[in-house]
């Protein structure tokens, strides 16, 4: 089966613009989860999607992430106005009930 | 909160030499365990997980226990090769299943020599 699409692969802004993040399940998960991974760190859960309804966004900065999941397939993630240390990794996962956990390659975002 | 410390690294090894990689957790209930591995430029991929206490994951190689008494889940490996060369990530998911939030800790980065 063909595995969790993103895109782009790699992104350099200046802080104060705006960036978005695309992702693509596999197909028949209801599940999705966006993820930062600041280096160094283990990843961190901003988001976690039940088919296009929010289960948990309590570590999302919603003053300038924002999330959307159309019709609980794609999602797009977003950061306005972008800051130095949203400098990381966004790794977008999809799941089926108790099985089939997968990661994306991820985006790596530079704020410069 | 739940939480997660692995051993800090960077461990560096000798091809065939023996690894431990140092995993403990903090989390009410029972949560069920994982370890992650990060190839460079590739995304997560699980390497293995034990959902009750006792249980033993295994793959490749790789063997993590369960051990509720000490709040640990320890990966190790009998003999390493240059191919398992990445960055390995112990994780819980509070809830006790497959699916769900994950907490990770901070990796550990391992690179095997010939």
């Known amino acids: 089966e063909a595995g969790v699409a993103q895109s782009p692969r790699y992104k350099i802004i200046e802080k104060r613009q705006s960036v978005a993040f695309w992702c693509n399940p596999i197909?028949?998960?209801?599940?999705l989860y966006w993820y930062q991974q600041i280096l160094g760190q283990g990843p961190k859960l901003l988001i976690q999607f039940q088919n296009n309804g929010v289960v948990d966004d309590s570590q999302l900065p919603k003053d300038r992430f924002s999330a959307e999941r159309l019709k609980g397939v794609d999602s797009t993630l977003k950061i306005q106005p972008a800051k130095l240390e949203d400098s990381a990794v966004y790794l977008c996962?999809?799941?089926?009930?108790?099985?089939?956990?997968?990661f994306g390659s991820g985006t790596r975002l530079t704020v410069v | 909160g739940n939480s997660v410390t692995q051993m800090e690294g960077p461990v560096t090894l000798s091809e065939e030499a023996f690894l431990t990689i140092n995993c403990t957790y903090t989390?009410?209930?029972?949560?069920?365990l994982f370890w992650y591995v990060q190839y460079p430029g590739e995304g997560l991929q699980l390497l293995l997980k034990a959902t009750k206490a006792d249980d033993k994951g295994s793959n490749k190689g790789f063997e993590a226990t369960y051990r509720k008494e000490t709040t640990s889940f320890h990966l190790e490996k009998g003999s390493v090769q240059v191919s398992d060369s990445a960055v390995y990530f112990c994780?819980?998911?509070?809830?006790?299943?497959?699916?769900?939030?994950?907490?990770f800790g901070q990796g550990t980065i391992l690179t095997v020599h010939p």
């Open positions: 996962a999809s799941s089926y009930r108790d099985y089939g956990y997968t």
């Open positions: 994780a819980l998911n509070a809830g006790g299943t497959s699916y769900g939030k994950l907490t």
């Open positions: 197909s028949g998960h209801a599940t």
């Open positions: 989390a009410t209930g029972y949560p069920s």
